[in-house]
């Protein structure tokens, strides 16, 4: 695990983006706000010693995952209401009205104080497409191979199409395909 080289510091800038309505309610505890105090960390001069966890890494791969809402804000919270925050590959891969039902399921829970609500099903699924396959590009071929047997034939197809339009490895792209054909 990466330690702080300033954890003090990092600890008084936790307190205070929780305490704030940034990246959800003042008090409540978000992956937004956790990346907000990493930002605001090194910002205000604080370094990291040694590698990164799965957890900071995950942190990271979050991130990168271009996070908003249906209408591709970066903010969730407006008034009293939270929107349904999900990255960027989901939304495209949801219909109009699978995207207005999950949205509106997230609106309607958070009025009534509520900070995790469920998906609704198609909101599920291509949230795990877009996260578990956008992850795979981020592996090793080795890393990505291991993780293969794990997907869903839908999943699979998902990661077949990224490793194509991104880095194409051989080995990765050949593991997919036979376990698509596997499964036939």
């Not at 080289?5 to 978000?30: F, H, N």
């Not at 960390?41 to 890494?57: M, N, S, T």
């Not at 891969?93 to 699978?98: F, G, K, L």
């Not at 981020?138 to 990505?144: I, N, P, Q, R």
Request: charged fraction near 40%; glycine fraction near 10%.
């Amino acid at each position: 695990m990466a330690r702080y080289t300033k954890p003090e510091l990092r600890e008084q800038i936790k307190e205070e983006i929780k305490a704030s309505d940034k990246g959800g309610r003042p008090g409540q505890w978000s992956a937004r706000k956790s990346q907000l105090v990493t930002q605001e960390y090194k910002k205000r001069g604080g370094g990291f010693l040694g590698e990164k966890d799965e957890r900071q890494k995950s942190l990271q791969r979050w991130g990168n995952e271009q996070w908003q809402t249906k209408e591709g804000d970066t903010r969730a919270r407006k008034g009293g209401t939270t929107s349904r925050y999900l990255p960027k590959k989901a939304w495209d891969e949801m219909s109009e009205s699978q995207k207005r039902a999950t949205d509106t399921k997230k609106r309607a829970a958070s009025r009534t104080g509520k900070q995790f609500v469920a998906n609704t099903g198609p909101a599920k699924k291509a949230r795990r497409d877009a996260t578990t396959a956008g992850r795979m590009s981020e592996m090793s071929v080795a890393e990505a191979a291991k993780m293969v047997r794990g997907l869903d034939t839908r999943q699979l197809r998902t990661a077949l199409r990224n490793e194509h339009a991104g880095k194409d490895r051989k080995t990765l792209v050949q593991r997919l395909e036979a376990e698509l054909n596997r499964r036939g």
